[in-house]
């Protein structure tokens, strides 16, 4: 596709529940990062991924998130027990990486999941 | 641990007005800097970033961001606004050495542009 996709675009869901995210990134980008937008937050960088693996996972606040990478594309971000303090926007963005370095390689973001835990 | 301040949550001002963003960040080591717009109901958008070399950068629409190390502030600058450019502005930070190479945000400035 022309950029990043996010489904759903939003979704509502109860306290308790599992809920699954998914980002399809540009055709080709190897790396692939989530993050999250709250109010009062801000952006916090949840995890990146580099191909199907996940060097850094510093930013997942609890143990009830996970994310996955399958076939260096699509990436699945999953949130067990949903709790309130989880409704945000979740954002997902990748880049090509053909400097070598992610810092310098454009992140393109997609238009993001916005979840309301009720 | 590296930080983005920006120093305004809200920015009003009227059309074609000149405007300045205000962006301070903290790192002991060398950094890349950045801004990215996220027009209303729309993903964040690259309007430039700093790795090196000239300290005036240019990027789309018309704006322009000047890095000063001695002061650790990066202000994103436009001459003269556009109702267009209402949206919200978020300076970031990367450390391009090892470790976590992950965009550190600041809280963002919600530039509102007037009639």
């Known amino acids: 596709g022309a950029g990043v996709s996010q489904s759903p675009s939003n979704k509502v869901t109860e306290k308790g529940k599992d809920v699954e995210l998914r980002c399809d990134p540009i055709?080709?980008?190897?790396?692939l990062y989530w993050y999250r937008q709250s109010l009062g937050q801000g952006l916090e960088f949840l995890i990146y991924?580099?191909?199907?693996?996940?060097?850094?996972k510093s930013g997942l606040p609890s143990d009830r998130f996970s994310a996955e990478r399958t076939g260096g594309s699509v990436s699945t971000l999953t949130i067990q027990r949903t709790q309130q303090e989880d409704s945000a926007v979740y954002l997902c963005?990748?880049?090509?990486?053909?400097?070598?370095?992610?810092?310098?390689?454009?992140?393109?973001f997609g238009p993001g999941t916005r979840l309301t835990v009720l | 641990a590296q930080s983005v301040t920006q120093l305004d949550s809200q920015v009003p001002v009227f059309e074609e007005a000149p405007v300045e963003l205000r962006c301070n960040y903290s790192s002991s080591v060398s950094v890349y800097l950045f801004w990215y717009v996220q027009y209303p109901n729309q993903g964040l958008q690259l309007l430039l970033k700093y790795l090196s070399g000239s300290t005036l950068v240019k990027g789309i629409n018309g704006f322009e961001a000047e890095f000063n190390k001695s002061q650790t502030s990066f202000h994103l600058r436009k001459p003269s606004v556009h109702i267009s450019d209402t949206a919200e502005y978020f300076c970031a930070v990367s450390v391009p050495q090892g470790g976590s190479e992950k965009l550190v945000f600041g809280k963002g400035t919600k530039l509102t542009v007037n009639p």
């Open positions: 055709s080709g980008h190897t790396a």
């Open positions: 991924f580099q191909g199907n693996s996940a060097p850094d």
């Open positions: 963005a990748s880049s090509f990486l053909f400097s070598g370095s992610h810092a310098t390689d454009t992140q393109y």
